[in-house]
């Protein structure tokens, strides 16, 4: 984690940015935050939580809460993390193809399509999500995955 000056890494630097991010959710479940870099500069980040403008699910409460994790996510009100800093990244004009995305938690197939399909290259994240369909898409399309602990 640390280099020979007491510094943190690149990665473990962008995974507390995800952390940090992650700080904002609103989502009464799972707290989820995500940063898109490139060249080790931040692109855009995100955080699990409704929609702009909609009320989110400290107010209303979770229409998942009976549903087991990893399923029927588009029950959910909230648009997860990943999803925002790519949707973030577009709103503003920012380019992430090739771009590394770090993420408290890996992603969930939903996630993972949109990452292939945004052309991020790297996805690193800090816990193992429940669902694991994300490996053979990564592997498949050549998006490299890391867990850091």
């Known amino acids: 984690m640390n280099n020979d000056f007491g510094?943190?890494?690149?990665?473990?630097?962008?995974?507390?940015?995800?952390?940090?991010?992650?700080?904002r959710s609103t989502c009464l479940r799972r707290h989820i935050g995500a940063v898109?870099?490139?060249?080790?500069?931040?692109?855009?980040?995100?955080?699990?939580?409704?929609?702009?403008?909609?009320?989110?699910?400290?107010?209303?409460?979770?229409?998942?809460?009976?549903?087991?994790?990893?399923?029927?996510?588009?029950?959910?009100?909230?648009?997860?993390?990943?999803?925002?800093?790519?949707i973030q990244a577009a709103a503003h004009g920012t380019a992430i193809r090739g771009a590394t995305l770090y993420c408290t938690h890996s992603p969930c197939i939903l996630c993972a399509?949109?990452?292939?399909?945004a052309g991020i290259k790297r996805c690193y994240f800090a816990e193992m999500y429940s669902e694991e369909a994300f490996r053979d898409l990564f592997n498949e399309a050549g998006v490299e995955y890391k867990y850091i602990p």
């Open 7 to 23: 510094r943190i890494s690149w990665d473990h630097y962008f995974l507390k940015m995800a952390f940090l991010a992650s700080e």
């Open 36 to 86: 898109i870099v490139m060249n080790n500069q931040v692109l855009s980040t995100g955080y699990n939580g409704a929609c702009s403008g909609i009320k989110d699910c400290r107010e209303l409460g979770c229409l998942r809460e009976q549903i087991s994790s990893g399923e029927r996510h588009e029950l959910c009100r909230a648009v997860h993390a990943e999803q925002n800093a790519i």
């Open 113 to 117: 399509k949109m990452i292939v399909n």
